[in-house]
């Protein structure tokens, strides 16, 4: 089953480089104060999204990523069973804690469409014909409208969030930013998201 999950993940993460680069920008971002570099770390990354190659896709990209940098990571998909098979966040928590998990990255992604009307134009264009006296050829002006049409907008936001499992009192939230995008393409989105939040968790010395 391991086998056949990671093969299926690495051929829908090989179409991520098929689409070339997203409009994904990062809004917001906070580190909780005095949180230290977690190098050493095992984390676990978890991708909340409506299509499962999409999560599939997202957290393979950013395990990759972290493995990269020299991190211990794996996706929840790869170990766990769906965050909602759960009773509770307890219960989840202690089977992350179980498999040695330090961290957990979650990414939330939801997206929203918009419609704007665009109206329609009305010009003058010249048209040209034979008429008069004599056949003179020669040009009158004819009015000319362009129908409106409805324009469509994909707008998607990503929530990412780090936390530390391993505090007795419970989640200890290390990290939290918002991105978002106007491309619909949330295949090449997720695997350029990896890129915009490591490297600003990186800067903030989280990662």
């Not at 804690?97 to 010249?126: F, M, N, Q, W």
């Not at 008429?131 to 129908?147: D, E, I, K, N, V």
């Amino acid at each position: 089953m391991k086998n056949q999950y990671s093969i299926f993940v690495t051929f829908l993460l090989a179409t991520v480089f098929m689409y070339g680069c997203s409009s994904l920008q990062l809004v917001s971002s906070w580190k909780q104060a005095s949180t230290p570099r977690q190098t050493g770390k095992k984390i676990l990354v978890v991708f909340h999204t409506k299509r499962l190659p999409n999560k599939m896709i997202g957290e393979e990209a950013m395990v990759q990523t972290l493995r990269n940098m020299g991190y211990q990571a794996d996706p929840i998909g790869d170990r766990l069973a769906s965050p909602t098979s759960y009773a509770d966040e307890q219960s989840l928590n202690r089977a992350v804690a179980t498999l040695g998990y330090d961290l957990v990255l979650s990414v939330v992604s939801t997206s929203e469409k918009t419609s704007t009307y665009i109206p329609g134009t009305t010009y003058y264009a010249p048209v040209g014909g034979y008429g008069g006296y004599y056949h003179f050829y020669h040009y009158y002006y004819s009015l000319r409208q362009t129908p409106g049409y409805i324009e469509t907008d994909y707008r998607v936001f990503y929530e990412t969030s780090l936390y530390d499992i391993t505090r007795s009192a419970g989640n200890q939230l290390l990290y939290t930013s918002t991105s978002e995008s106007y491309d619909s393409n949330t295949t090449a989105l997720d695997g350029d998201l990896c890129k915009v939040i490591t490297k600003d968790m990186m800067k903030k010395g989280i990662l």
